[in-house]
């Protein structure tokens, strides 16, 4: 009489398996790609100012922020920056209520990689920098220099000096591109 119920209990089993990793597949299924959600790691832009560095992925917020020296929305970090400084990522109104997801902690904190066409610019001291790699931007975070550059005096918007990051590749060469979309970036065409 118990080997009658072996069959049974054997296909109930199996059945009960197949069912588990057909509900895994399902739910792998449902997640979202990197190309149905928008990853916004084109850009990032940084300002270093009175012990804090502002880091933000909205040009439009960098923007405003530039001219009032505040952002309205915000998640703060105190003393995460490399020599100690409060770090300060800019949200836009769409970001503020989330916990994960947010392209500018996740580049700085290398846990999103940034677009090919990156481009990146970071303020400190009366010069601007401005990077076509995250990589090299983050390097000049930590080193607090860029190596190799082509630096342009007084080409800012209000007169600064524009360091333009350049790496092995480009090291002898004016780098027109960069220039050029600093240029359309900053409404100076």
């Known amino acids: 009489m118990k080997l009658k119920f072996l069959p049974i209990a054997t296909g109930l089993i199996a059945l009960s398996l197949l069912t588990a990793c057909g509900e895994t597949v399902?739910?792998?299924?449902?997640?979202?790609?990197?190309?149905?959600?928008?990853?916004?790691?084109?850009?990032?832009?940084?300002?270093?100012?009175?012990?804090?560095?502002?880091?933000?992925?909205?040009?439009?917020?960098?923007?405003?922020?530039?001219?009032?020296?505040?952002t309205s929305y915000r998640k703060v970090r105190i003393g995460d920056g490399p020599k100690g400084e409060t770090i300060v990522f800019g949200l836009t109104n769409a970001d503020k209520k989330k916990m994960s997801g947010i392209a500018a902690v996740e580049m700085y904190d290398g846990e999103l990689k940034a677009a090919d066409s990156f481009y990146g610019e970071m303020r400190i001291e009366g010069r601007i920098y401005v990077f076509g790699s995250l990589q090299e931007m983050n390097d000049a975070?930590?080193?607090?220099?860029?190596?190799?550059?082509?630096?342009?005096?007084?080409?800012?918007?209000?007169?600064?000096?524009?360091?333009?990051?350049?790496?092995?590749?480009?090291?002898k060469v004016k780098p027109e591109a960069m220039i050029e979309k600093f240029h359309k970036m900053n409404h100076m065409n």
């Open 26 to 70: 399902k739910k792998q299924d449902t997640m979202p790609t990197a190309e149905t959600m928008s990853l916004n790691n084109g850009d990032l832009y940084e300002v270093h100012h009175e012990g804090r560095i502002y880091v933000f992925d909205d040009r439009g917020v960098y923007e405003d922020f530039l001219q009032v020296g505040e």
């Open 141 to 171: 975070r930590a080193v607090g220099e860029v190596p190799l550059r082509y630096t342009d005096i007084g080409s800012g918007p209000k007169g600064e000096t524009v360091v333009y990051a350049l790496n092995g590749s480009n090291k």
